[in-house]
């Protein structure tokens, strides 16, 4: 432990100049926190602006022969919300809460490599700048997995190549986050917190953080084949030139696939966090919950071909596929089944963590069943590449990751600035968020079923009455978004002190003052108990319950 | 007996059901896909067993969040829930019931799809040739007997990755538009000429990518006439919305009349 006790001695509390606000502080910094907190501000950027693409989206789709954006824009605008949704808004939203979080969770003073962590965020940064000037330069069209042959041949010269730099330059970003994460919690959680006394959001960071580094070369191999191929004439993808299409889908999943659990990930942490707080009682079957989140990542790298059952690869070979992407539900059917039972014989407090999380397994259940029908191969040659895919996709990203991540922000938000955001305002988020989701992701099952075909700028006549629905549900998802930057606002204006522990949480986080001073914690915390020590002892409430029934 | 009744029942309800998660005046006037063939009958049945299974699970987790809302809400600040940790024996029965479950939708998706991996050896087929944007359809028909016939590598023939079809032409090519048997099984090889694109036939329930420099195949038995919209469904370049064909399928008598009018339109 003195050795690690060393890796982890303050080094910036010069750096930090109390009272006033300098940009040089933030800009050069390398306090795991601010860095966590410039994450999330360029990430609730680029959520409004894949939020907008959208908004125009659904706007060409609310009915069935609008020409509102030419059919060349409107696959820009498919790729580009795709792209941003996940490479810029919940992929950096999720580095950023476990940027602030993580290190204070296992009592440490930072993260291991904090200069790397610096690197890392401008690299994010450039990327995400690069990504958006192709809003200028011509956007990609080939769709965010850009297949080949399409994206060897997209018109848009400039644009695509801005593109594969700006993923590229993201990538690399990414795989350096994955590393600092997984050394950071082998390497200097506080004396006595062995790997199973980890929250399982720290849990969940380790599994991702080798998710990253595993699964993010793949695609920059495929996509640096795919820049060779247009400027260079090596025809990996080239079928006339004895080139392979499907070996691009091959890359682009063997990444695809870990990278929807790099996406959610972090969102069973946030929920296995949330719950036991606000049910007063330890999280149930806690070591079930670690292993199954190692299980769903070693899993999540031996079924990306589930992707492709109709792409023409050996049919026998999807037979397998199936099966592994089968077993991926019995792990995740038991992280449901778990957090219910956590509720089981609690005290729940319906403070708006707890309600989102409510949300989150309501709508991530609806994502789970529609992912297995899509794993039964007869039924996926029906409904892949379809709206169905787009609804089960949409309730997994948006119904899982992102209502984990209201979840996780309300959370933790008292602990980042000192106040809590407001409760009623936070209500109104939850509740239209809610409305907005399900009437807009709901009908795409049904609309894929019956045969319209995803990313299309129009459709069938027939299809009018759900796709109006559809779009009349995004806007007002999207309108609920500014409710929660209202609450920002009014929350940050009103200065209202919450204390340093508002929600009576016992992990390490809460433990030290609010704001965060720049060496976390005064003294290293001792680790004695589990994370979740909540609730009465079952002895203890027993004879309780006899005395008042006695 | 049991089972289509079940169905039966279960695609009556279903809309309400559904209605109950949300409520939306958007049902589409005809909700339900009308299996054509005799695969697309076999794969409707799966899929709405799988959302039985969906809806009894999906409403034992909010029932179970409904309960745990009502009955273990707490009244006052400060209160402790119970310091359970687990239960074993618990955790162990909903590991392996869902398990079972899924082991028994996979051995029927196998037996499904064993199906379509096994295709007869003498069909109808029709070749299509996809394309930046639209499809093309020629017509040929197979069979193990044809001496000197043209001979046909599909790339990833189901079952037999390096296997030879023998195919003779029937002389038949159309553009859009095509035709085939009711009750003949019939076999599409399909490919594409610049990127990929997929040959998807909605009734059908079954789609295939079209691969440039692949010839991957498909098989059904059509059971129903009438005529049925083939859509792209892989994005490939600004026309995709507007890749369409239509099938036709018609009684054999006119299938062979119309062959006969196109072979003559084609030797002209």
């Given at each position: 432990?003195?050795?690690?006790?060393?890796?982890?001695?303050?080094?910036?509390?010069?750096?930090?100049?109390?009272?006033?606000?300098?940009?040089?502080?933030?800009?050069?910094?390398?306090?795991?926190?601010?860095?966590?907190?410039?994450?999330?501000?360029?990430a609730f950027f680029f959520f409004f602006v894949g939020g907008a693409l959208a908004g125009?989206?659904?706007?060409?789709?609310?009915?069935?022969?609008?020409?509102?954006?030419?059919?060349?824009?409107?696959?820009?605008?498919?790729?580009?919300?795709?792209?941003i949704?996940?490479?810029?808004w919940?992929?950096?939203?999720?580095?950023?809460?476990?940027?602030?979080?993580?290190?204070?969770?296992?009592?440490?003073?930072?993260?291991?490599?904090?200069?790397?962590?610096?690197?890392?965020?401008?690299?994010?940064?450039?990327?995400?700048?690069?990504?958006?000037?192709?809003?200028?330069?011509?956007?990609?069209?080939?769709?965010?997995?850009?297949?080949?042959?399409?994206?060897?041949?997209?018109?848009?010269?400039?644009?695509?190549?801005?593109?594969?730099?700006?993923?590229?330059?993201?990538?690399?970003?990414?795989?350096?986050?994955?590393?600092?994460?997984?050394?950071?919690?082998?390497?200097?959680?506080?004396?006595?917190?062995?790997?199973?006394?980890?929250?399982?959001?720290?849990?969940?960071?380790?599994?991702?953080?080798?998710?990253?580094?595993?699964?993010?070369?793949?695609?920059?191999?495929?996509?640096?084949?795919?820049?060779?191929?247009?400027?260079?004439?090596?025809?990996?993808?080239?079928?006339?030139?004895?080139?392979?299409?499907?070996?691009?889908?091959?890359?682009?999943?063997?990444?695809?696939?870990?990278?929807?659990?790099?996406?959610?990930?972090?969102?069973?942490?946030?929920?296995?966090?949330?719950?036991?707080?606000?049910?007063?009682?330890?999280?149930?079957?806690?070591?079930?919950?670690?292993?199954?989140?190692?299980?769903?990542?070693?899993?999540?790298?031996?079924?990306?071909?589930?992707?492709?059952?109709?792409?023409?690869?050996?049919?026998?070979?999807?037979?397998?596929?199936?099966?592994?992407?089968?077993?991926?539900?019995?792990?995740?059917?038991?992280?449901?089944?778990?957090?219910?039972?956590?509720?089981?014989?609690?005290?729940?407090?319906?403070?708006?963590?707890?309600?989102?999380?409510?949300?989150?397994?309501?709508?991530?259940?609806?994502?789970?069943?529609?992912?297995?029908?899509?794993?039964?191969?007869?039924?996926?040659?029906?409904?892949?590449?379809?709206?169905?895919?787009?609804?089960?996709?949409?309730?997994?990203?948006?119904?899982?990751?992102?209502?984990?991540?209201?979840?996780?922000?309300?959370?933790?938000?008292?602990?980042?600035?000192?106040?809590?955001?407001?409760?009623?305002?936070?209500?109104?988020?939850?509740?239209?968020?809610?409305?907005?989701?399900?009437?807009?992701?709901?009908?795409?099952?049904?609309?894929?079923?019956?045969?319209?075909?995803?990313?299309?700028?129009?459709?069938?006549?027939?299809?009018?009455?759900?796709?109006?629905?559809?779009?009349?549900?995004?806007?007002?998802?999207g309108?609920?978004q500014l409710?929660l930057v209202?609450?920002?606002?009014?929350?940050?204006?009103?200065?209202?002190?919450?204390?340093?522990?508002?929600?009576?949480?016992?992990?390490?986080?809460?433990?030290?003052?609010?704001?965060?001073?720049?060496?976390?914690?005064?003294?290293?915390?001792?680790?004695?108990?589990?994370?979740?020590?909540?609730?009465?002892?079952?002895?203890?409430?027993?004879?309780?319950?006899?005395?008042?029934?006695? | 007996?049991?089972?289509?009744?079940?169905?039966?029942?279960?695609?009556?309800?279903?809309?309400?059901?559904?209605?109950?998660?949300?409520?939306?005046?958007?049902?589409?006037?005809?909700?339900?896909?009308?299996?054509?063939?005799?695969?697309?009958?076999?794969?409707?049945?799966?899929?709405?067993?799988?959302?039985?299974?969906?809806?009894?699970?999906?409403?034992?987790?909010?029932?179970?969040?409904?309960?745990?809302?009502?009955?273990?809400?707490?009244?006052?600040?400060?209160?402790?829930?119970?310091?359970?940790?687990?239960?074993?024996?618990?955790?162990?029965?909903?590991?392996?019931?869902?398990?079972?479950?899924?082991?028994?939708?996979?051995?029927?998706?196998?037996?499904?799809?064993?199906?379509?991996?096994?295709?007869?050896?003498?069909?109808?087929?029709?070749?299509?040739?996809?394309?930046?944007?639209?499809?093309?359809?020629?017509?040929?028909?197979?069979?193990?007997?044809?001496?000197?016939?043209?001979?046909?590598?599909?790339?990833?023939?189901?079952?037999?990755?390096?296997?030879?079809?023998?195919?003779?032409?029937?002389?038949?090519?159309?553009?859009?538009?095509?035709?085939?048997?009711?009750?003949?099984?019939?076999?599409?090889?399909?490919?594409?000429?610049?990127?990929?694109?997929?040959?998807?036939?909605?009734?059908?329930?079954?789609?295939?990518?079209?691969?440039?420099?692949?010839?991957?195949?498909?098989?059904?038995?059509?059971?129903?006439?009438?005529?049925?919209?083939?859509?792209?469904?892989?994005?490939?370049?600004?026309?995709?919305?507007?890749?369409?064909?239509?099938?036709?399928?018609?009684?054999?008598?006119?299938?062979?009349?119309?062959?006969?009018?196109?072979?003559?339109?084609?030797?002209?």
């Amino acid at each position: 432990m003195s050795e690690t006790a060393a890796l982890a001695q303050p080094h910036h509390d010069q750096e930090e100049h109390r009272g006033g606000f300098r940009w040089t502080n933030w800009l050069f910094t390398t306090d795991h926190k601010k860095i966590g907190v410039i994450y999330m501000l360029v990430a609730f950027f680029f959520f409004f602006v894949g939020g907008a693409l959208a908004g125009v989206m659904r706007a060409q789709l609310a009915a069935p022969d609008l020409h509102l954006v030419g059919n060349t824009t409107f696959n820009g605008l498919v790729s580009m919300h795709g792209t941003i949704m996940i490479f810029l808004w919940v992929m950096p939203m999720m580095s950023g809460l476990i940027n602030f979080v993580m290190p204070l969770q296992i009592g440490t003073r930072d993260m291991a490599f904090p200069r790397l962590n610096a690197l890392s965020l401008w690299i994010f940064v450039g990327g995400g700048i690069v990504l958006f000037s192709t809003f200028f330069l011509g956007m990609p069209t080939a769709g965010w997995t850009s297949y080949a042959p399409l994206s060897v041949n997209d018109p848009h010269e400039v644009g695509m190549d801005v593109w594969i730099l700006g993923i590229e330059m993201l990538g690399i970003s990414s795989i350096t986050t994955g590393l600092n994460f997984v050394v950071t919690i082998m390497r200097l959680r506080a004396p006595g917190m062995s790997l199973f006394k980890m929250p399982l959001f720290v849990w969940s960071t380790l599994v991702t953080g080798w998710l990253l580094i595993l699964a993010m070369p793949a695609i920059a191999v495929a996509l640096f084949a795919v820049f060779t191929e247009r400027h260079f004439g090596v025809d990996f993808f080239n079928a006339a030139r004895g080139g392979d299409p499907i070996l691009y889908q091959h890359l682009f999943w063997f990444f695809g696939h870990p990278e929807v659990y790099i996406l959610i990930m972090p969102a069973f942490g946030i929920i296995s966090e949330v719950i036991p707080v606000f049910s007063r009682k330890p999280i149930f079957g806690y070591k079930a919950m670690a292993w199954s989140m190692i299980a769903i990542a070693f899993l999540s790298f031996l079924v990306w071909a589930h992707h492709m059952f109709t792409s023409g690869m050996d049919p026998r070979l999807t037979l397998p596929f199936m099966i592994m992407t089968m077993v991926v539900a019995i792990p995740t059917g038991v992280k449901m089944f778990n957090w219910l039972a956590t509720m089981w014989k609690g005290k729940l407090y319906f403070e708006l963590p707890m309600v989102f999380a409510f949300g989150f397994l309501v709508t991530f259940a609806l994502g789970g069943f529609t992912g297995v029908m899509l794993a039964i191969i007869p039924l996926d040659l029906q409904l892949t590449e379809t709206y169905f895919v787009v609804g089960h996709m949409h309730y997994v990203m948006f119904g899982g990751s992102v209502l984990a991540i209201f979840a996780g922000l309300y959370f933790w938000f008292p602990k980042i600035t000192g106040y809590k955001l407001d409760h009623k305002l936070g209500l109104w988020h939850f509740w239209i968020t809610l409305i907005g989701m399900n009437l807009a992701f709901f009908p795409m099952h049904w609309l894929g079923l019956l045969g319209m075909p995803r990313r299309v700028a129009n459709y069938d006549p027939s299809f009018a009455a759900s796709n109006l629905w559809v779009s009349v549900g995004g806007f007002i998802m999207g309108l609920a978004q500014l409710i929660l930057v209202a609450n920002f606002i009014i929350t940050m204006l009103k200065k209202q002190r919450c204390g340093t522990n508002p929600w009576n949480s016992v992990s390490l986080e809460w433990s030290t003052a609010t704001p965060v001073p720049p060496h976390n914690f005064d003294v290293l915390p001792q680790v004695t108990e589990g994370p979740y020590h909540y609730g009465i002892p079952e002895e203890e409430s027993s004879t309780k319950e006899q005395a008042r029934h006695g | 007996m049991m089972v289509t009744t079940l169905l039966r029942i279960l695609r009556r309800t279903f809309p309400w059901l559904l209605a109950a998660l949300v409520v939306t005046p958007a049902w589409p006037s005809d909700f339900l896909v009308h299996p054509v063939s005799a695969y697309s009958g076999s794969i409707d049945a799966i899929l709405w067993v799988t959302i039985a299974i969906s809806i009894v699970f999906f409403a034992l987790v909010v029932g179970i969040m409904a309960f745990v809302f009502f009955r273990f809400r707490a009244k006052k600040a400060g209160e402790e829930g119970v310091r359970i940790h687990g239960n074993v024996p618990l955790e162990i029965v909903w590991t392996v019931v869902p398990a079972i479950i899924l082991v028994a939708l996979s051995i029927w998706a196998v037996d499904v799809f064993n199906v379509e991996l096994n295709p007869p050896e003498s069909t109808l087929i029709v070749k299509v040739t996809a394309y930046q944007f639209g499809f093309d359809f020629s017509y040929y028909e197979s069979s193990p007997n044809f001496q000197g016939a043209q001979t046909v590598t599909v790339h990833n023939i189901c079952g037999n990755p390096a296997a030879f079809v023998k195919i003779r032409s029937l002389g038949v090519k159309t553009h859009g538009h095509f035709e085939i048997p009711q009750g003949v099984p019939v076999r599409f090889l399909v490919t594409s000429k610049d990127v990929i694109h997929s040959f998807w036939v909605p009734a059908f329930m079954i789609k295939r990518d079209t691969v440039p420099g692949l010839s991957s195949d498909m098989w059904l038995t059509p059971t129903t006439v009438g005529t049925y919209p083939v859509k792209c469904a892989v994005l490939c370049g600004p026309g995709h919305d507007g890749m369409r064909a239509t099938l036709k399928v018609v009684p054999k008598a006119e299938f062979s009349s119309w062959l006969a009018a196109h072979k003559t339109l084609a030797s002209r």
